[in-house]
């Protein structure tokens, strides 16, 4: 996993072998890979499109995700695997900025700039995904490049 994690988008945040567990930063150009909020349809702008192309568009839109990772042998034929990520969403445009911030199978829900309904954003689960296929990928004994 350590040489697929530093190969990866994600970078090593910390490694703790003997525990099992290590955490992971990550984040992307393209924040929608990761995170969903929904539908924005903005009269004024002529905009009808995902809430994040939508601000991106107008201002900008910053993930910043960290995930914990634990691996741990139970037998020979048994390893546990827990994955959980923090996802911190930052969108802006002028005049305006807001913050979510969730884990892997919750949401955020807030205002935001005008906008008449909460905004929610939750978890594509793209990151999650990916680790467990490689873990998969692993355990297989498939290369994973």
Not at 21 to 39: K, Q
Not at 51 to 76: A, T, W, Y
Not at 116 to 144: H, Q, S
């Amino acid at each position: 996993m350590v040489d697929y994690a530093s190969s990866s988008f994600f970078a090593i945040d910390n490694f703790e072998k003997d525990s099992g567990l290590m955490t992971l930063d990550f984040g992307s150009n393209n924040p929608a890979e990761f995170v969903d909020c929904g539908y924005l349809h903005a009269v004024a702008v002529r905009y009808d499109g995902p809430f994040i192309e939508g601000i991106q568009s107008f201002g900008s839109v910053v993930l910043d995700g960290r995930m914990n990772l634990f691996v741990k042998p139970i037998s020979p034929n048994i390893t546990e695997v827990k994955v959980k990520a923090r996802y911190v969403l930052t969108a802006q445009e002028v005049g305006a900025k807001q913050i979510w911030a969730f884990d892997t199978g919750g949401s955020d829900a807030k205002k935001f700039s005008g906008i008449p309904n909460n905004v929610v954003c939750r978890p594509t689960n793209v990151a999650e995904e990916t680790i467990l296929k490689a873990i998969d990928k692993i355990a297989k004994g498939i290369p994973l490049h």
